[in-house]
Structures are given as C-alpha cells and as structure tokens.
C-alpha cells in the first residue's frame, strides 16, 4: 500500500512539473517595441468617417466604453493594451507611437509609450 501511495505521489509531482514548465518560459518573455497608432476597440485599424479626426474618434470611442489598442496598420494587426497601457494611451490618442512591452497573445503588458517619428 505504501508502495503505490508513493509512486501516484511521484507521478503527480511528475506531471505537475510538465504543466509548470511551459509557463515559466512565459515569464521570462523579452520586451518589444511595437509602432503604430493609438486607437479603439471599436475601430481598430482605421477610423469610421464622419467623426472627426483620428484622435477625436479615439478619445469618443473610449468615452462610448471602447478600450485603447495599438494599431499597427502596416502589419494589419490589433494589440490590447493592459492596464496601465490604458492609463499611458490617452495622452497619445490618434497619434502613431512606439509601444514597449511584453506580448501575451494579443495583449501588451505596456512598460512605455512615446510618440514615434
């Protein structure tokens, strides 16, 4: 009885160290800087006319209950921003920026935002 406590004991250490180990690789994911626009989650890559210019859009969007999100037009390509991307995006609303942090599927995990040229 002892004998097979121990091994489903050691199987599931086993097997809980297989699960842990893909994650921790995620952990040490290196930053990256991304350029492209401050946007919305309801327009994303380009803006709907007849609502003024892109940083007018942005700001009424966010208002309406949209998110800020970083489009790079030039990849196609829409990025969430976490939190404190949301807090760092208002001062950049419309403009074309460049984006340091970590990418966790669709998301940035924002350490910077400056204006890019």
Known sequence: ???????????????????????SGTANAQEKSF???????????????????????TLMCVKG???FVL???GHRR????????????RDFAGQKVKVTGRVSGKTIRVTAIEAAT
């Open 71 to 73: 489009a790079d037009r």
């Open 65 to 67: 209950g949209s998110k």
């Open 1 to 23: 009885m002892r004998t097979l406590l121990l091994t489903v004991v050691f199987a599931l250490l086993v097997l809980g160290a297989a699960f842990v180990a893909p994650l």
């Open 35 to 57: 350029v492209g626009y401050i946007s919305d989650s309801h327009c994303g890559l380009k803006h709907m006319k007849g609502m003024g210019d892109d940083k007018s859009c």
């Open 78 to 89: 829409v990025y969430r921003l976490d939190q404190s991307g949301q807090d760092k995006a």
